[in-house]
């Protein structure tokens, strides 16, 4: 029975991410990838046009990901100081739980790719911050924007943290104190 085409895109792009979340952190070829799947790089590119439209694939998973359980963070947590501290919470566990992804996060993985990609991440920080900022609204925060923006530069740095320690240095670990901190 054929493989339907849908299940190699997302066998390609779980290959990827896997080969990104190897802590030597090596920079990723299609000829690599291809010899991971045992097909042909001609294989990969029947599915993706490009590797920039493969690592396309990975930003789209994390934004659906992480912004529907934001999502469902700010409709079942009344407070939104609750709200933010769990919104930065799950964006770290999200990472622990996709080291690969991490290294798209960081931007580490789209060095040498097209600018586009790196712009698109800027661009989920960018909404990543705007749902904390309207979590700390509802909470009356006056000091909204400038602790969204702490928060978000907070969970980038742990982010960075975990991709350059090979992945030793958990996101969520011993970092309750500090989130409260930011609080």
């Given at each position: 029975m054929?493989r339907?085409k849908?299940d190699?895109?997302?066998q ?6 896997g080969?990104l ?5 090596e920079?990723?070829?299609t ?5 991971r799947?045992?097909?042909s790089?001609?294989a990969?590119y029947r599915?993706?046009?490009s590797?920039a ?5 990975l930003?789209?998973f994390?934004?659906n990901?992480?912004?529907t359980?934001a999502n469902r963070?700010?409709?079942?947590e ?5 709200q933010?501290g769990r919104m930065?919470?799950?964006l770290?566990?999200?990472?622990e739980?996709?080291p690969g992804?991490?290294?798209?996060m960081?931007?580490?993985?789209l060095v040498g790719e ?8 800027n661009r ?7 749902a ?9 925060d ?9 928060m978000?530069r ?6 960075h943290?975990?991709?350059?320690s090979g992945?030793?240095r958990r ?8 989130r409260?901190?930011?609080?």
């Amino acid at each position: 029975m054929p493989r339907a085409k849908g299940d190699r895109k997302l066998q390609i792009l779980q290959a990827l991410a896997g080969m990104l979340g190897e802590p030597q952190g090596e920079r990723i070829t299609t000829a690599a990838l291809a010899h991971r799947l045992g097909v042909s790089e001609a294989a990969l590119y029947r599915h993706f046009a490009s590797k920039a439209q493969m690592y396309e694939g990975l930003i789209e998973f994390i934004e659906n990901s992480v912004f529907t359980l934001a999502n469902r963070i700010a409709a079942d947590e009344p407070d939104g100081r609750t709200q933010a501290g769990r919104m930065v919470e799950m964006l770290l566990a999200f990472a622990e739980k996709n080291p690969g992804m991490v290294r798209v996060m960081t931007g580490e993985a789209l060095v040498g790719e097209h600018e586009r990609l790196r712009a698109r991440m800027n661009r989920f920080y960018d909404r990543f911050e705007a749902a904390l900022r309207q979590a700390l609204r509802t909470a009356s925060d006056g000091d909204a924007a400038p602790r969204a923006a702490l928060m978000t530069r907070y969970a980038i740095g742990c982010l960075h943290q975990y991709a350059t320690s090979g992945f030793a240095r958990r996101p969520v670990e011993g970092g309750a104190p500090e989130r409260r901190l930011l609080l």
